[in-house]
């Protein structure tokens, strides 16, 4: 806790350390998202998912199935509040007080709009640009309470799903992702794509609860899968203590047949 932080909590830190170590989730209710799980993702991440599950369940977990229904609206709630906030906090950068200055190239007196034109023009991506120009969109008079007014109640309801999860699970689980891992250059030029990657990490996000991912293997296509775990907030040792566990039987399960298809992974065996 810092007391000069607004934004630190006063509270102790769990102990995650301890918990990893222990790693024992004997007793412990997995809650599996219902709406995060079988239609929209893929059976070959649902498959690593499963085995995961049943992992956990081999060392003395108990899996509870939950619904979270208003889940299934946090891809377009976040992708309205996260944009408005980048423009907002983004602001900043005029060229002025604060970030980088770059001048118009060919003009020898530029004005200040020019200046801040040029900066941000050379000083932000091309997705940086794009959510500000939808934030800035989503803030502006006359859209305000129909884009991110809406997109608040939302997240206000997906805290709500969370905190009646959590009533009946210790944990929720789920895929971190719908599809396996992307390769490299597959969906740059597609921005949807790789929103909707995000539709199982987002509800974190938006309640502010904890989550952690690890692999959970390989799919039938040789790429990586992941698996989700979230806790409730100020819980994160769950995530240690099911993380570790679940990583304990995974490297087990996995380790040979990895070794197998890579070898020259074979060097970090013994880590």
């Not at 085995?51 to 899996?63: W, Y």
């Not at 608040?152 to 997906?158: N, P, S």
């Amino acid at each position: 806790h810092d007391p000069l932080d607004s934004t630190s909590i006063d509270q102790p830190v769990p102990d995650v350390v301890g918990a990893a170590e222990r790693a024992d989730v004997a007793g412990m209710k997995i809650g599996i998202v219902r709406e995060l799980t079988g239609e929209g993702f893929s059976p070959l991440v649902q498959a690593r998912f499963d085995e995961s599950v049943q992992h956990l369940v081999d060392a003395g977990a108990e899996v509870v199935d939950v619904s979270c229904p208003n889940f299934v609206h946090a891809l377009g709630a976040y992708y309205l509040i996260m944009p408005s906030e980048a423009s907002s906090n983004l602001a900043r950068f005029d060229a002025m007080r604060y970030g980088l200055r770059v001048g118009p190239e060919g003009v020898d007196a530029p004005s200040a709009e020019q200046v801040m034109a040029a900066s941000r023009e050379a000083g932000f991506g091309d997705e940086v640009k794009r959510r500000i120009i939808l934030g800035t969109y989503a803030l502006s008079s006359g859209y305000y309470d129909a884009y991110y007014g809406s997109a608040q109640k939302v997240r206000r309801l997906i805290a709500d799903d969370f905190a009646r999860a959590f009533e009946t699970a210790d944990v929720l689980v789920s895929p971190t992702a719908p599809t396996t891992a992307f390769r490299f250059g597959d969906k740059s030029d597609d921005p949807m794509a790789m929103y909707r990657g995000d539709i199982a990490t987002i509800p974190a996000n938006l309640a502010g609860v904890p989550g952690m991912s690890l692999p959970s293997g390989l799919a039938e296509d040789g790429l990586p899968a992941g698996f989700q775990i979230l806790a409730p907030a100020m819980a994160d040792d769950r995530l240690y203590t099911v993380g570790a566990a679940l990583e304990q039987r995974l490297v087990a399960a996995w380790g040979g047949h990895l070794l197998e298809q890579a070898p020259e992974l074979a060097v970090t065996k013994g880590a």
